[in-house]
Structure formats: structure tokens, C-alpha cells
């Protein structure tokens, strides 16, 4: 478990399915992800995250606000094998939050806790984090956080259409 002022990240438990499944089925969510996730995909995925968790020792972890107990995302690592995508192999760290929270500093409270998390306790020398080249916003998160433009390593993502208006990625770099 990872505290901060505001949050607690922590594993996800059956509990927060239907809570994940709003935030994955959100359009506004689904807008920088190439789409929305129905509540089988959402699920499906919760339990690729326990997996990957059990695997490496973390993953994505689930966000609670502390002072409603509200699950508000996830943000966290993930391995990224070099046949998945471009930037691999590397460890990666993403966030999801709902869109009731954007703009309140969540993502970079979370973001910075779990980077300062990685260099404590894995043994690599950097963590990556990419978005869709006009994600700006996910961009700053990164940037507030002290990650660094990467461009050499920004790339089309192989899981969508050469023409889908997200597929140019942007890379960026924290190293310990």
C-alpha cells in the first residue's frame, strides 16, 4: 500500500469491479484510449492486473480518496515486453482516473508517490510513461512529476488504425 495526503493506492478487491467498470465504460476516459471497455473487458482486465501483480510484485494499483473512501482510478506500473510495443522492454507507469476528479492533482500526487515507489524498491534505472502525442494534459502530469521528453523513442502504437487520431505516442523518461 502507498499513501499520500489524499489517497491510498492499494490492490484492487472484488468490491471495486463495478467502480472500474464505470470508469473504464466513461467516454470522456474512453476519448484518450482509443475507447471504452465493456463491464466483461473491464473485469477481464482486472484480473490481468492481479496477474501482473502477482508476477512481478506491482502493477496498477486502485486509487481511494481517503476522505470518502471513493475509488477513483488506478495508476501504477506495468512490464512493457519488447514484443508488445516499440518502447519495450521497459517498466511503464500509467494512470486512470474518473473524470469527477480531473484537475484537482490526483494523477501527479499518485504518479509521483509511485515513481518515488519504483526507484525505492525495483532495480531499474528509469521508468517510462506515454500518451497520445495531444493528450496535453497527461503530458503535463508527466511533466510535473519530473519526466523528461523522450522523442527518439515516440512511436505509432500497433494497436490502432494507422489513420485513428491517437495513434502517434509520445515517450517520456524519469531516470533514478
Known amino acids: 500500500m502507498i499513501e499520500t495526503a ?10 471495486d469491479r463495478e467502480a472500474f467498470a464505470a470508469l473504464n465504460g466513461d467516454p470522456r476516459v474512453g476519448e484518450w484510449l ?6 466483461a473487458a473491464s473485469d477481464a482486465m482486472l484480473d490481468r492486473i492481479a496477474a ?10 486502485a486509487v481511494e480518496r481517503k476522505a470518502d473512501s471513493r475509488l477513483v482510478g488506478m495508476v501504477g506500473l506495468a512490464v512493457v515486453k519488447a514484443e508488445a510495443l516499440p518502447v519495450g522492454p521497459a517498466i511503464e507507469m500509467g494512470w486512470r482516473l474518473i473524470p ?26 528509469e521508468i ?9 494534459t497527461s503530458q ?35 531516470r533514478r
Open 128 to 136: 517510462i510513461a506515454f500518451t497520445a502525442a495531444t493528450n496535453l
Open 34 to 39: 482509443g475507447g471504452t471497455l465493456d463491464r
Open 100 to 125: 469527477e476528479v480531473w484537475g484537482q492533482g490526483l494523477a501527479t500526487e499518485a504518479a509521483r508517490a509511485v515513481l518515488d515507489w519504483a526507484f525505492a524498491h525495483l532495480p531499474d534505472d
Open 6 to 15: 489524499r489517497l491510498t493506492l492499494r490492490d484492487f478487491v472484488e468490491d
Open 52 to 61: 501482473h501483480i502477482d508476477e512481478h510484485g506491482f502493477g496498477y494499483w
Open 140 to 174: 503535463a502530469v508527466m511533466e510535473r512529476i519530473g519526466m523528461v521528453r523522450a522523442p527518439d523513442r515516440d512511436f505509432d502504437h500497433p494497436r490502432l488504425a494507422p489513420d485513428h487520431p491517437l495513434r502517434r505516442h509520445v515517450v517520456y523518461v524519469a
